[in-house]
T-cell receptor, first 114, second 113 residues
């Protein structure tokens, strides 16, 4: 059973379209992060959210943490080919291990066609 | 520049031949982890370390060993590699709470024949 369910697993869109990736769980998270990974490289942190209902923006990317801290979404406006990559959500379960073990979703492979 | 380095980046070896993948971070983080990434299975934690001389098993520790003799280094050891350990491996260091942000190395692609 996957603690963090990401959807969709694959997303293929045209340049200029908008998209949303979802990350859902039945567990409450004390913090949740989004990473982007390009082929042949390690994941790179995009954002961390810690407060229920929190919204953060990073240029064309908007990240939201659910009010109950069980879910999150990543919205990309006017996608560009440079947005292509694997997007991962990861979180620290509230009340879990003392050192803050990250639980990862399965990832969403995004392809943006010119 | 703050970074996590891993070596080697690519390795092809044969079953049973001991190997070590090195990992080093320059951010003075206490927490470090090793992950393997496989298609359809995502990132799975192999081992983690909360500080020097403090290590513990992650979700898939079988066939692996680690050590943490210095804060900056966290090598991954495969005493007797097998083909099912063919994978992409990532080392990561992590900030302390509440953000618990991970910084990943560039990865090591290991093939065991």
């Amino acid at each position: 059973t996957q603690l963090l369910e990401q959807s969709p697993q694959f997303l293929s869109i045209q340049e200029g379209e908008n998209l949303t990736v979802y990350c859902n769980s039945s567990s409450v998270f004390s913090s949740l992060q989004w990473y982007r990974q390009e082929p042949g490289e390690g994941p790179v942190l995009l954002v961390t959210v810690v407060t229920g209902g929190e919204v953060k923006k990073l240029k064309r990317l908007t990240f939201q943490f659910g009010d109950a801290r069980k879910d999150s979404s990543l919205h990309i406006t006017a996608a560009q080919p440079g947005d292509t990559g694997l997007y991962l959500c990861a979180g620290v379960i509230a009340g879990g291990t003392s050192y803050g073990k990250l639980t990862f979703g399965q990832g969403t492979i995004l392809t943006v066609h010119p | 520049e703050a970074q996590v380095t891993q070596n080697p980046r690519y390795l092809i070896t044969v079953t049973g031949k001991k190997l070590t993948v090195t990992c080093s971070q320059n951010m003075n983080h206490e927490y470090m982890s090793w992950y393997r990434q496989d298609p359809g299975l995502g990132l799975r934690q192999i081992y983690y370390s909360m500080n020097v001389e403090v290590t513990d098993k992650g979700d898939v520790p079988e066939g692996y060993k680690v050590s943490r003799k210095e804060k900056r280094n966290f090598p991954l050891i495969l005493e007797s590699p097998s083909p099912n350990q063919t994978s992409l491996y990532f080392c990561a260091s992590q900030t302390s709470g509440p953000y618990n942000e991970q910084f990943f190395g560039p990865g090591t692609r290991l093939t065991v024949l």
